[in-house]
């Protein structure tokens, strides 16, 4: 944490050789010569003591300098994979691990099953650890740039819901919280997204919910932020048999009204819902079944990317794919069940 002391220098304090903490000092006039300063003597250190730097120390220092700037919904995907680097590499110095060792570790991740997204996830974080020595003078080169994703991998794919289980969320949506479920089917917004909205974002009179924001968790408590990509920003068709469930709720749309949900309640809320109606799917498969929804009515994939607020339209060409191969195979057992009672 940078700061001034109590005899007006400024002072850094960043951690160590496993746990412990190292002070540097400044006495530049201004805060930004003394950022300068005390970043020069960071680096002359870590230069000093390259050859003894071990990986979990600089892995620690990068989270300790960097974690503040990535958003709450990353620092939730990070927090596993960082974990387990600390445990396969923590006790290394970071100048032995070789391109060898970390292809070798991310093949370990493939005989474990992980999925294309998270063996990607340990490389970024990985990647970033390394840039970061490599500025700090630790190592002399990012060798993560030379390491390669294992082969084979295939994309982790949820199955897409059942029709029955969509059409119990349409019988269920009123519920113990069953709005919630009945919201995501007929909007496809994330989580967050919607438990971000209040009647102010509702434009009744064009048929538009204006999705803005979102909610992220710090332990529990809701913060309310950006969407997850820049295209999350986007305006949702408002239909009618939604319109009607929800015209006349002020404040939020979900919970208490008056503030956003904290993590838990969801989740009690949630939970509470499944048990009552049976419904077993997750609200990322309800913004799947909205994504069938829009392929069913005829809507291209360009339209339906903008109403999912995907990043880039690979990702709704990928869901409508997806959709299209389930379609295809619920045909061909329509057809096979037809003949064989036939015969």
């Not at 620092?75 to 970071?94: H, T, V």
């Not at 970024?124 to 390491?147: H, K, P, W």
């Not at 999350?232 to 939020?252: F, M, Q, S, T, W």
Request: aromatic content about 12%; overall charge positive.
């Amino acid at each position: 944490m940078f700061k001034r002391s109590s005899d007006n220098k400024w002072v850094e304090r960043v951690p160590v050789d496993g746990g412990k903490y190292k002070t540097f000092y400044s006495s530049a006039p201004t805060r930004t010569k003394a950022e300068k300063e005390i970043r020069e003597k960071i680096q002359a250190f870590n230069a000093a003591n390259k050859n003894s730097c071990l990986f979990c120390e600089v892995a620690d220092r990068w989270k300790y300098e960097h974690w503040e700037q990535i958003s709450l919904g990353t620092q939730r995907n990070y927090n596993a994979p960082f974990k387990r680097l600390q445990e396969a590499f923590g006790g290394f110095y970071i100048s032995d691990i070789t391109v060898k060792d970390v292809n070798a570790y991310l093949e370990r991740l493939k005989a474990q099953d992980y999925a294309l997204k998270s063996i990607k996830t340990h490389r970024i974080l990985l990647n970033l650890i390394f840039r970061y020595a490599y500025i700090e003078g630790i190592i002399s080169d990012n060798i993560i740039m030379y390491t390669s994703l294992p082969t084979g991998l295939k994309p982790g794919r949820r199955p897409p819901p059942p029709d029955d289980q969509l059409e119990l969320v349409k019988q269920s949506a009123d519920c113990h919280f069953g709005l919630f479920a009945y919201f995501i089917l007929y909007t496809g917004l994330r989580r967050g997204e919607a438990l971000a909205l209040t009647d102010s974002d509702i434009d009744y009179e064009k048929h538009l919910i204006h999705v803005t924001k979102a909610v992220t968790y710090d332990n529990n408590h809701p913060v309310i932020g950006a969407t997850k990509t820049e295209n999350g920003v986007r305006d949702v068709y408002l239909l009618p048999n939604l319109e009607e469930k929800i015209r006349g709720i002020k404040g939020y749309i979900f919970g208490n009204h008056k503030t956003p949900m904290t993590e838990m309640a969801f989740r009690r809320a949630y939970e509470h819902y499944k048990r009552d109606s049976g419904v077993t799917l997750t609200a990322h498969q309800l913004r799947h079944g909205y994504a069938i929804k829009l392929y069913e009515a005829g809507i291209d994939d360009k339209d339906a990317q903008e109403l999912m607020g995907h990043a880039d339209i690979i990702t709704t060409r990928n869901i409508y794919m997806h959709i299209s191969e389930a379609q295809k195979n619920k045909t061909y057992n329509k057809l096979l069940n037809y003949l064989n009672e036939e015969n």
